[in-house]
């Protein structure tokens, strides 16, 4: 059974930066591909960010050139910088595994989330 935990949501004004942050309860960040998906009221899963166990990442357009997933293998952590915020990057921030590319919203295991609100 794997934990994910994610932490550093908040709110912010269009423009700022926010740092998520996702705990493994085991190795799983160097061994699975893991990633983040985004989910606003009423709108549908949308995968973020991924990376793999080689450290190769994929972005959503939307996101691409703000946001940058990296992961922390030794404390078992992946993050996602998110610079440059928009109001549309509202949304419920979900960390998962294994999240191997964009489209896999379904995964096996997810945290509960963190909110990130950016105002206008």
């Known amino acids: 059974q794997v934990q994910l935990v994610e932490s550093g949501g908040g709110s912010v004004q269009s423009g700022g930066s926010l740092r998520l942050s996702c705990a493994a309860s085991?190795?799983?960040?160097?061994?699975?591909?893991m990633g983040w998906f985004r989910q606003a009221p009423g709108k549908e899963r949308e995968g973020v960010a991924v990376?793999?166990?080689?450290?190769?990442?994929s972005y959503a357009d939307s996101v691409k050139g703000r946001f940058t997933i990296s992961q922390d293998n030794g404390k078992h952590t992946l993050h996602l910088q998110m610079n440059s915020l928009k109001s549309e990057d509202t949304a419920m921030y979900y960390c998962?595994?294994?999240?191997?590319?964009?489209?896999?919203?379904?995964?096996?295991?997810w945290g509960q989330g963190t909110q990130v609100t950016v105002s206008s």
């Open positions: 998962a595994a294994p999240m191997c590319s964009l489209s896999a919203i379904d995964p096996l295991y």
């Open positions: 085991t190795d799983t960040v160097s061994s699975y591909c």
């Open positions: 990376v793999d166990s080689f450290g190769r990442t």
